[in-house]
T-cell receptor, first 117, second 113 residues
Framework: GAVVSQHPSWVICKSGTSVKIECRSLDFQATTMFWYRQFPKQSLMLMAT?????????EQGVEKDKFLINHASLTLSTLTVTSAHPEDSSFYIC?????????????FGPGTRLTVL | GDSVTQMEGPVTLSEEAFLTINCTYT??????LFWYVQYPGEGLQLLLK?????DKGSNKGFEATYRKETTSFHLEKGSVQVSDSAVYFCALTSNTGGFKTIFGAGTRLFVKA
């Protein structure tokens, strides 16, 4: 099946620093990648949708200048949390679609746990 | 807009008990329906899916049937195991919503030995 990886799996950083999270589709070309945020014991909240080679579409209430998304190739998307603060601590999950022409199925990465001190 | 409603948890069962987790949805168009499972500290794994009315998705003893008339996609398993303890998310993807996936709130399942 389609595999999506994320790196790093966890990261601890100081307040004010920036953190980059990578999302890769390992065995298929992902035309669309999604970034989600999950708070403890809660559901996934879609942050943004990115299509390869174009600007990401952010959901209402998500600061595009704070959560920078780049989808430079069909196998890689990155999320950069700029000037991170403790309230940005969360579990960030990416997903990718486009495997085998199936646009309505997403394949999820294992998630990245971000802790901002 | 599209939405997914699933039963609140946590659900606590003894091993070998029957499991039902209710899920209903509202959507325009003809969505695909999914159940995902999340084990502690991990990302989501697709458990099963159904892409059209009356389809039954099944995997690892779990099954769910796409009921358009009741807009439901209830998850069932005849005999749960301790290893089934996890959070289960019902979700839909609608082709009228830019293929965004809408998730339910999740239902935590605890299975006791």
């Amino acid at each position: 099946g389609a595999v999506v990886s994320q790196h790093p799996s966890w990261v601890i950083c100081k307040s004010g620093t920036s953190v980059k999270i990578e999302c890769r589709s390992l065995d298929f070309q992902a035309t669309t990648m999604f970034w989600y945020r999950q708070f403890p014991k809660q559901s996934l909240m879609l942050m943004a949708t990115s299509n390869e080679g174009s600007k990401a579409t952010y959901e209402q209430g998500v600061e595009k200048d704070k959560f920078l998304i780049n989808h430079a190739s069909l196998t890689l998307s990155t999320l950069t949390v700029t000037s991170a603060h403790p309230e940005d601590s969360s579990f960030y999950i990416c997903s990718a679609s486009g495997a085998g022409g199936s646009r309505n199925e997403q394949f999820f990465g294992p998630g990245t746990r971000l802790t901002v001190l | 807009g599209d939405s997914v409603t699933q039963m609140e948890g946590p659900v606590t069962l003894s091993e070998e008990a029957f499991l039902t987790i209710n899920c209903t949805y509202t959507a325009t168009g003809y969505p695909s329906l999914f159940w995902y499972v999340q084990y502690p500290g991990e990302g989501l794994q697709l458990l099963l899916k159904a892409t059209k009315a009356d389809d039954k998705g099944s995997n690892k003893g779990f099954e769910a049937t796409y009921r358009k008339e009741t807009t439901s996609f209830h998850l069932e398993k005849g005999s749960v195991q301790v290893s089934d303890s996890a959070v289960y998310f019902c979700a839909l993807t609608s082709n009228t919503g830019g293929f965004k996936t809408i998730f339910g709130a999740g239902t935590r399942l605890f299975v006791k030995a």
